[in-house]
T-cell receptor
Framework: AQSVAQPEDQVNVAEGNPLTVKCTYS??????LFWYVQYPNRGLQFLLK??????LVKGSYGFEAEFNKSQTSFHLKKPSALVSDSALYFC????????????FGSGTRLLVRP | GAVVSQHPSWVICKSGTSVKIECRSL??????MFWYRQFPKQSLMLMAT?????????EQGVEKDKFLINHASLTLSTLTVTSAHPEDSSFYIC???????????????FGEGSWLTVV
């Protein structure tokens, strides 16, 4: 069975500092990994995905994620956080065994303080 | 990225009535759409997967007779909450992707969500 885990309920960083939101995965076969962001009372916005190729994936709004096969991780990163980055972040894996649905982690709330 | 439109954004209905939520893919054809439910401060719970022209596949524990899903065209799926009760009040989100053989890497795009309040 495919699954993802987000070990942190909340991450706090100061504006201008680098941020990392952690995600680990468990899959059978090749992983198809995604990051989404959700602002209050809104749907999910796609940030980036890893399918194959370069382990460092660049996405929207200056975010990037590093795929690490040996550690089964796909951490989301940004070199310099903005207050406007404060939101709920979801890591997800594609369930290739069943309808290609997305399986989400529990979410991590990012709070960037001025 | 692709645009998924969801309507209405907010709806209030009386207990016992039915309410329909629409999900449209505006600039692409979606052979598969997914419906999620999200409780406050929680992750998304997949309710069902709908494929154009066929019956939806419901997740375990989701009442198919209560949450009717129709995917009549490649750009429209609807979720109808029948005989709504206050416990059905929630945030419902749809998503869409062009799914085909060998396309697990296709991005799934989400609508803005619909707040349902049953009074």
């Amino acid at each position: 069975a495919q699954s993802v885990a987000q070990p942190e309920d909340q991450v706090n960083v100061a504006e201008g500092n680098p941020l990392t939101v952690k995600c680990t995965y468990s899959v059978s076969g090749n992983p198809y990994l995604f990051w989404y962001v959700q602002y209050p009372n809104r749907g999910l916005q796609f940030l980036l995905k890893y399918i194959t190729g370069d382990n460092l994936v660049k996405g929207s709004y200056g975010f990037e994620a590093e795929f690490n096969k040996s550690q089964t991780s796909f951490h989301l990163k940004k070199p310099s956080a903005l207050v406007s980055d404060s939101a709920l972040y979801f890591c997800a894996v594609r369930d290739i065994e069943s309808s290609y649905k997305l399986i989400f982690g529990s979410g991590t709330r990012l709070l960037v303080r001025p | 990225g692709a645009v998924v439109s969801q309507h209405p954004s907010w709806v209030i209905c009386k207990s016992g009535t039915s309410v329909k939520i629409e999900c449209r893919s505006l600039d692409f054809q979606a052979t598969t759409m997914f419906w999620y439910r999200q409780f406050p401060k929680q992750s998304l719970m997949l309710m069902a997967t709908s494929n154009e022209g066929s019956k939806a596949t419901y997740e375990q524990g989701v009442e198919k007779d209560k949450f009717l899903i129709n995917h009549a065209s490649l750009t429209l799926s609807t979720l109808t909450v029948t005989s709504a009760h206050p416990e059905d009040s929630s945030f419902y989100i749809c998503s869409a992707s062009l799914i085909g053989q060998g396309a697990p890497g296709n991005t799934i795009y989400f609508g803005e969500g619909s707040w349902l309040t049953v009074v």
